[in-house]
Nanobody, 128 residues
Framework: QVQLVESGGGLVQAGDSLRLSCAAS????????MGWFRQAPGKERDFVAAITRSGRTYYADSVKGRFTISGDNAKNTVYLQMNSLKPEDTAVYYC??????????????????????WGQGTQVTVSS
């Protein structure tokens, strides 16, 4: 089992930055692939970024160059640094995890249903 607790959402203006945190317990980051997803009202849950247990990172095209995912093994916490925020980034952001020790160190997925563990979500609102 993996428990995830997110924090760091809020209301910002376009062009501002936010950093989301996801504290994990039950498993160390060296055994899981961690992902960030987001869901806007009336839309599907979309992949944002992932970091594998080997530290490789992947991004959706819509956030590439603006968002950075990183992990702190000592704190067992994953971060999503979001810069140059746009109104279309407004959504509930979710942290997710899947145990990946049986796969290569670069394993990740962009499909939300391949992550069995989820945080409660944190709202990010970007005003224009």
């Amino acid at each position: 089992q993996v428990q995830l607790v997110e924090s760091g959402g809020g209301l910002v203006q376009a062009g501002d930055s936010l950093r989301l945190s996801c504290a994990a317990s039950g498993r160390t980051l060296s055994t899981v692939t961690m992902g960030w997803f987001r869901q806007a009202p009336g839309k599907e849950r979309d992949f944002v970024a992932a970091i594998t247990r080997s530290g490789r990172t992947y991004y959706a095209d819509s956030v590439k160059g603006r968002f950075t995912i990183s992990g702190d093994n000592a704190k067992n916490t994953v971060y999503l640094q979001m810069n140059s925020l746009k109104p279309e980034d407004t959504a509930v952001y979710y942290c997710a995890a899947t145990v990946s020790v049986y796969y290569s160190g670069s394993y990740y997925s962009q499909r939300w249903n391949e992550y069995p563990y989820w945080g409660q979500g944190t709202q990010v609102t970007v005003s224009s």
